[in-house]
Structure formats: structure tokens, C-alpha cells
């Protein structure tokens, strides 16, 4: 399976948003084209979306991490389509963004993930994630916030 993965553009924005509802529509058309906070990553299969995810270097909206990670740049709304996980999209999405930030000079990215998704936070974990902040409370429920040093792979 043939995939490619690249920062979204103006003419991603209607295939992405139908992929998102509510407050994620408001968020990628923050994020996808000149924003000085961050981009949004496009996963394709041919002219298809297939995944994304979002890379920010804004401070994060909690104080929790504020205080523990200030400047640490995060990935947000990490998705990939149902019919195409377990596939290595989500894996090529997370290592892309990463040498995005590498690229543009940082040495760390920060993750989060609900702690009911467990599938998201085993795939997190074996790519060398680490817990940094444990519980804190969300309005789905509980989340951690994971940490991964941006070294060679």
C-alpha cells in the first residue's frame, strides 16, 4: 500500500473537512495554510484522504503542561480513516510531523491521548513515547500527555 505524506495546502481543505466536526473544523482552518503556530500533516492515497494530524508550536492550552513542557510543540487530532489503520499510516504521520519539528529546531514533541485508547497509546509508547503528565482531567475523561525526545529514529 502506496501512501504519501506532506503538509496540507488550500486545495486539502474541503476533503479534510469533511472528516472533522464541531471545534476540529474551527482548528484545521487555523492550522492548515501560513499559520505562524503550526500545519496540518495530509496522508494520501492518490488524490484520497486517508490521515492527519496537526503539529503546533503554540504554547498548549493547559497549565499543567505549560508549566512542566513550556515550548514544547505538540501533535493534535491525529486521524486516520477506519478502512486504513493498523496499516502504518498513523506511524508515517507521527514520524513526519516529528522531522517537520526537527526540522524548524526543536528537540522534543508532546502527544496526548485519552487513557480509554489504549490502541492509540500502545502505538505512542512503541515509537518512544513517554508518559510525562498522568490523569489529567478532560472532558471526555482522563488523558496523559506523553513526551518523545527528537533524536535520530
Given at each position: 500500500m502506496r501512501y504519501d505524506v506532506r503538509i496540507a495546502d488550500e486545495s486539502d481543505l474541503r476533503p479534510l473537512q469533511d472528516r472533522l466536526t464541531g471545534d476540529d473544523c474551527v482548528i484545521l482552518r487555523h492550522r492548515l495554510v501560513d499559520d505562524d503556530r503550526g500545519r496540518l500533516l495530509r496522508a494520501a492515497m492518490g488524490n484520497d484522504t486517508v490521515g492527519s494530524v496537526i503539529v503546533s508550536w503554540a504554547p498548549a492550552d493547559e497549565p499543567e503542561v505549560r508549566a512542566v513542557l513550556p515550548g514544547v510543540p505538540l501533535m493534535y487530532l491525529l486521524r486516520v480513516d477506519q478502512p486504513y489503520r493498523c496499516r502504518g499510516i498513523g506511524t508515517g504521520l507521527i514520524r513526519r510531523a516529528e522531522?517537520?519539528?526537527?526540522?524548524?529546531?526543536?528537540?522534543?514533541?508532546?502527544?496526548?491521548?485519552?487513557?480509554?485508547?489504549?490502541?492509540?497509546g500502545r502505538l505512542y509508547r512503541s515509537l518512544g513515547y513517554r508518559n510525562m503528565l498522568v490523569g489529567l482531567p478532560?472532558?471526555?475523561?482522563?488523558y496523559d500527555i506523553l513526551v518523545r525526545e527528537l533524536g535520530a529514529y
Open positions: 522531522s517537520y519539528l526537527r526540522g524548524r529546531g526543536h528537540e522534543r514533541v508532546l502527544i496526548g491521548v485519552d487513557q480509554c485508547n489504549v490502541r492509540a478532560g472532558s471526555d475523561g482522563s
